[in-house]
């Protein structure tokens, strides 16, 4: 496989995923749009001038898909930390790349906030007055800010209940997730938890578990449980700003029945220099939030048990893969030891020349059947080309962590070893029956292909026994996946079929297996 063809097929897998995540939704119909019109493009180039079709394709895949999500990600970041300037001056570039996304207005209202974060509170409203229109969206977002710049919850709640209509309110993320603020602001602590029960699902869906995460900190803050909400900033909402996060941990603290101790706290934290929370902490100290555990009634109570379960399946299960560095100390360390073996076929004289790769131990069936046993391992450590070693690499990186930290450190080897040398045993066996015997297989794929497999049984038997949608929404990721590797394997000839589905087997077998008995805390 070269290097084109590679690009292809990454730019092919990403865009289709994006385009089936992002056309469900009427707020992402710009993604939608980029991503078809690269798939659109590429098949044309592919069929007429298929020498372009890589360069061209990866271009626009860069420019359009790739700045974009690094450059947003960055962008909300920044936003949770209260960098607004910063995220105002990036926004300005990249909202021309997504133009129909509403980007186009995100920096004056980036602006807005940071002129409110310094406590000027005129000329943030400056800015959102070209915008105070009901009838866009970025006029009802405008609004909903200049509200809570001043700590206007029952006004905002008002106003939202009496203008806004349910279809909009459930479409447009931001103004539901004020208008579900403004009730635990306001002390409406079991309307609160109905709304968020009410509406789960719609902050459940695509790529918004950071605002679902948000609302159940909002949940637990106003109902005293500041275990959770020190939980949540450790987890799901580390990037938010210190100062946010003492805000809601003191919160809860005085919906603990702890008021005393929080206010004191509260007054220190009102010293920042910050606009935005000295208006939050002026409303918290005037109308703190009620002792929760004397107004919530049994359902509340109830919803309240099940959305600290619901939270935890989905801190366990949610993460199947990520580009965040996690303590996966074997993943690492297979990565390190494919790396040295990689390293040592490029000192011998190159990780292409089929005699140094047979020198380092790459799998003959035929030298393996007559005592070479250790081809058996060495073959999973060896790799054929930069490509190879890198597309094995960084799936392993993917999708190595989830696994080492649900199953634990020896029930991970057991898959990762089983995938990769029953594989290449079964292989062996094969092709001394079927193919040549002087057939070469290198490669870690089959044992990359086994921890895919073992997430995929560690997903159904969340979806089984715990019932937890995020085990199934992950679930359905992941049989996609498997389904592209699949057509992958059938159109380039140099991929082996067999190992990569031996490996998804096993390590579904053995993954299944192992899972019975561990707990771990992912």
Not at 131 to 159: C, S, V
Not at 253 to 274: D, F, P, V
Not at 466 to 484: G, N, P, V
């Amino acid at each position: 496989m070269n290097l084109d063809t590679f690009l292809i097929w990454t730019v092919c897998l990403s865009c289709v995923s994006i385009f089936l995540r992002a056309t469900p939704s009427p707020s992402y119909r710009g993604w939608s749009l980029v991503s078809g019109g690269i798939l659109a493009i590429v098949a044309l180039l592919v069929y007429f001038v298929p020498e372009w079709a890589a360069i061209v394709g990866g271009g626009l895949w860069g420019v359009l898909v790739l700045v974009p999500l690094i450059g947003f990600a960055q962008v909300n970041r920044l936003i949770n930390q209260q960098q607004y300037a910063k995220a105002s001056r990036i926004s300005a570039y990249l909202r021309w790349l997504h133009p129909a996304d509403g980007w186009l207005e995100h920096p004056p209202i980036l602006r807005a906030l940071e002129r409110a974060w310094q406590g000027h509170r005129e000329e943030a409203w400056q800015y959102l007055q070209h915008y105070n229109a009901e009838t866009k969206p970025i006029g009802r977002h405008a609004i909903a800010i200049f509200y809570a710049m001043d700590a206007r919850w029952q006004d905002l709640q008002d106003w939202i209940e009496e203008s806004i209509p349910q279809r909009v309110l459930k479409q447009e993320l931001n103004l539901l997730l004020y208008y579900l603020r403004s009730l635990g602001e306001t002390g409406q602590i079991n309307e609160l938890l109905h709304r968020i029960q009410q509406y789960e699902r719609i902050l459940d869906k695509g790529d918004r578990s950071n605002s679902l995460h948000l609302v159940r900190m909002f949940a637990f803050a106003f109902c005293g449980q500041v275990d959770e909400v020190v939980r949540l900033f450790k987890r799901a909402l580390s990037s938010y700003d210190r100062a946010y996060q003492d805000f809601w941990c003191l919160t809860a603290l005085m919906a603990a029945g702890q008021e005393r101790t929080a206010r004191q706290k509260l007054i220190k934290l009102s010293q920042e220099n910050n606009g935005l929370l000295e208006s939050a902490i002026s409303w918290r100290l005037a109308h703190p939030p009620p002792f929760a555990a004397r107004i919530l009634n049994n359902a509340s109570q109830t919803f309240l048990f099940q959305m600290r379960d619901t939270w935890g399946q989905d801190i366990r299960y949610g993460r199947v893969f990520s580009l965040k560095p996690q303590k996966a100390r074997i993943t690492y360390s297979l990565i390190g030891i494919n790396l040295i073996f990689f390293a040592l076929e490029i000192y011998l004289g190159g990780s292409e020349n089929l005699e140094i790769l047979y020198s380092l131990g790459a799998l003959i069936p035929e030298a393996a059947w007559d005592g070479e046993w250790w081809r058996f391992i060495l073959a999973n450590f060896l790799h054929f080309g930069y490509i190879h070693l890198i597309a094995n690499m960084f799936a392993l990186y993917l999708f190595g962590p989830f696994v080492e930290l649900n199953l634990g450190i020896w029930r991970y080897l057991c898959v990762y070893g089983i995938s990769g040398i029953g594989t290449m045993v079964g292989f062996a066996f094969w092709v001394e029956r079927f193919g040549d015997p002087d057939t070469i297989l290198v490669g870690a794929s089959a044992a990359i292909m086994g921890a895919i497999g073992a997430t995929a049984a560690i997903l159904l038997r969340g979806w089984r026994l715990d019932r937890s949608r995020m085990a199934l929404k992950r679930l359905r990721l992941i049989l996609l996946i498997i389904l592209s590797q699949t057509a992958f394997d059938f159109v380039i000839p140099q991929v082996s079929f067999f190992a990569h589905t031996s490996g998804l087997v096993l390590g579904f077998g053995v993954g299944w297996a192992v899972s019975y008995s561990n707990s771990q805390e992912y």
